[in-house]
């Protein structure tokens, strides 16, 4: 009988993070009992060969036992690149049927539990099991921003709910609302028993006995957001800051992916200000590294290691670049501004002179965000919006919206409707032309 058919988890998996994200939520009981749990591992890197997956990185054997079997996407889907492949729609049931004889699932009944449902690999997987509920589990702070494009509700109706981390107490996620998905948490404290397993495995991690400054790096300019100059000045930026504060040793653990060349910028500009670096590009997280390393101070740009920093390990934490990526970040709807929004917002700037204040009304502000990024998507947030911007845009928040932007919608701050349209009037700027050669011809001229 149909009913009697066993059930097998698939899990898909891209980092180490959302490795031991999945881990803490299997353990927090998050997850029904199945007849098999099935983790499908994706390396998204741009050039696979050269990282590792996710089940080759130190301290995944501690998260192993959570999963009965392991599978590569890359294998299963070579020469093809996961980010850029997905199934024809008319080759989708030969794709099913070819997952479930690769990976012996035979006729059993599939839930699907992906990262970055709106992106390939989660979206090619999720539309092969067609009719497969789905779990969508977040491991950043773009859970609480908008849904970064339109999903198909054929996948997005099959959504049942959304798992994240209480990064940001108090702030409920935005993704995939427009389903009326509920967001639901995984536990902290599970999250943390998860990382303490993975910090227990790295054994050739010493804790020094000056506490650092650890500098964490992006790679930014691989997302286009920065040029490589600039972020090279960005972390430079940083390990002045951390020396303008007293840190006589600083750690910065680069992006796996980053160019060495950066360590070598660094070790200069940490050569001139007088200070000890040391450079840590093994694949571990930064959450192993806190724990082994103890930092005095965590430093960053937007990384959700910040907040996992502050929420889970109560480490001090401070953010530089981010005003500078809120005025470059485009176009204005990219999935990185709610992320900028909330460090800029509630972390500490480097060089504060202590009048810095977290933003008391941040739920308020990334709704309003969240609705000029998305409109199409979230139009019942308007109204919220609304309310923000007319009762709370001043200087400080000025940053978070750009008035062009505000403009198009209609919302308070925007230009008024009955002047908007002045700036490309042709006549108008063919009378401002005229008026200001007459000005230059009359300064010319002189007195008589």
């Known amino acids: 009988m149909p009913g009697d058919r066993p059930t097998t988890q698939i899990f898909c998996v891209s980092t180490l993070y959302g490795a031991a994200t999945l881990a803490a939520a299997i353990d ?7 007849a098999r749990r099935l983790l499908v591992v994706c390396n998204n890197a741009a050039s696979p060969e050269l990282h590792p997956g996710v089940d080759r990185m130190p301290g995944f054997g501690t998260l192993r036992d ?46 699907v539990t992906v990262e970055s449902i709106q992106v390939n690999p989660a979206l090619a997987i999720a539309e092969i099991f067609t009719g497969a509920p789905l779990t ?5 702070l773009m859970s609480y921003g908008p849904t970064r494009s339109k999903i198909d509700p054929l996948i997005g109706g099959r959504v049942r709910r959304l798992l994240h981390l209480d990064l940001v107490p108090g702030l409920a996620p935005l993704l995939l609302t427009e389903f009326g998905v509920e967001a639901e948490l995984v536990p902290s404290e599970e999250f943390r028993r998860v990382l303490e397993g993975l910090a227990d495995a790295a054994e050739d991690i010493g804790t020094p006995s000056v506490a650092p400054a650890l500098i964490l790096g992006q790679y930014l300019s691989a997302l286009s957001v920065l040029t490589p100059q600039e972020e090279e000045e960005l972390h430079v930026e940083m390990v002045r800051g951390a020396a303008a504060l007293g840190h006589t040793r600083v750690v910065f653990k680069p992006h796996p992916a980053a160019p060495a060349a950066w360590s070598g910028l660094l070790a200069d500009e940490a050569e001139k200000a007088g200070i000890e670096l040391t450079v840590f590009d093994s694949p571990v997280l930064a959450e192993v590294l806190y724990q082994r390393l103890k930092p005095a101070l965590v430093i960053g740009c937007f990384s959700t290691a910040l907040f996992t920093a502050s929420a889970f390990f109560g480490l001090p934490v401070a953010r530089t670049g981010t005003a500078g990526l809120l005025e470059r970040l485009s176009p204005y709807q990219n999935s990185n501004r709610v992320p900028v929004t909330i460090v800029d917002a509630l972390v500490t700037p480097l060089d504060d002179d ?38 709370h845009l001043d200087e400080r928040t000025w940053r978070f919206f750009k008035r062009r932007r505000l403009t198009g919608l209609g919302l308070p701050g925007g230009i008024p409707a009955q002047f908007a349209g002045i700036p490309r009037n042709a006549t108008a700027r063919r009378m401002v032309r005229r008026a200001r050669k007459l000005r230059q011809t009359v300064l010319r001229a002189g007195p008589r």
């Open 28 to 34: 927090a009981g998050l997850f029904r009992p199945a």
């Open 66 to 111: 959570r999963f009965d079997d392991i599978v590569s996407w890359n294998e299963t889907i070579a020469p093809f690149h996961p980010k850029s492949w997905a199934p024809r729609s008319g080759d989708v049931p030969l794709w099913e049927r070819h997952l479930r004889l690769a990976w012996a699932l035979g006729d059993d009944r599939v839930e």
């Open 136 to 140: 969508v589990y977040a491991d950043g």
């Open 354 to 391: 202590g009048s810095f204040e977290p933003e008391a009304r941040i739920g308020e502000l990334v709704t309003a965000v969240g609705y000029t990024m998305q409109p199409q998507i979230h139009p019942g947030l308007r109204p919220a919006a609304e309310a923000y911007l007319s009762r």
